[in-house]
């Protein structure tokens, strides 16, 4: 066993109220690339150069719903994604009594599919769309199978996925939820984020606890303040750790 390995060990055995704050590093171990590195996306029908961030952005939702969701179901919906060491390990440290909560950037759903219970989803789920002019809910399946823009049945309003597109807003109740489990936290473990994406990333500033943990491939911006900085994969760190847990 690794001296960081170990160390993460004793951390997790002696903290009681753990916060796992994560982002798409965590989904990559599961086959979900990280959107982003889809840079400068070329659409030929519309002759411009778009950024990922500009095709899933408000703004392009309403002007260019067909190429929105073209993007959206070849790129952001994997419906054949399964939960990875990670997302096994976090569900199993919230059975033990140990992680009190998980804070995800992340839009795939695959903590809850691991069995964790406590999720505050920062930028909403792909598995969740609702109608817009009359609420009704449909399932990812709804939008993966609807020929262009899918279009409720019901009412013919059009069908929003319940993610949080830029230029839109957080949910206030799950922001707050966030700040309240990480604000009492003994230890945060920060993981597979470069923690570059605000205003989500500016919620570890709330945390007062004992040990700051950052598990991530490349270096972030908070690494000088953490107690324990370990740079690789995050499932393959769990994943051992969980090994050495008795």
Not at 59 to 70: G, W
Not at 81 to 86: G, L, M
Not at 103 to 108: C, E, G, S, W
Not at 120 to 139: I, P, Q, T, W
């Amino acid at each position: 066993m690794s001296p960081e390995i170990e160390k993460l060990t004793e951390i997790i055995k002696n903290s009681d109220n753990i916060v796992f704050f994560g982002g798409a590093g965590v989904s990559t171990e599961s086959n979900i690339p990280d959107f982003r590195s889809s840079n400068g996306l070329w659409n030929e029908k519309l002759k411009i150069n778009f950024t990922p961030e500009q095709l899933v952005s408000h703004t392009f939702f309403l002007q260019y719903p067909d190429e929105f969701f073209r993007f959206y179901k070849d790129k952001l919906i994997y419906p054949d994604a399964k939960p990875n060491a990670a997302h096994l390990a976090l569900a199993k440290l919230e059975e033990m009594g140990k992680v009190k909560a998980v804070v995800t950037q992340n839009i795939d759903g695959l903590h809850q599919a691991a069995g964790s219970k406590i999720v505050y989803e920062l930028h909403g789920s792909v598995l969740r769309n609702y109608c817009m002019k009359c609420h009704a809910f449909y399932d990812e399946k709804f939008i993966l199978e609807s020929e262009g823009i899918p279009v409720c049945p019901e009412c013919g309003g059009r069908v929003k996925p319940d993610v949080v597109l830029y230029e839109e807003g957080l949910d206030d109740a799950i922001i707050s939820g966030a700040v309240n489990a990480i604000s009492k936290a003994d230890t945060l473990i920060i993981g597979g984020t470069s923690l570059v994406v605000y205003p989500a990333a500016g919620l570890i500033h709330y945390f007062r606890g004992k040990n700051l943990v950052l598990i991530n491939k490349s270096t972030t911006s908070a690494d000088a303040d953490a107690d324990l900085v370990i740079h690789d994969a995050i499932g393959k760190v769990l994943g051992e750790v969980m090994e050495h847990l008795s």
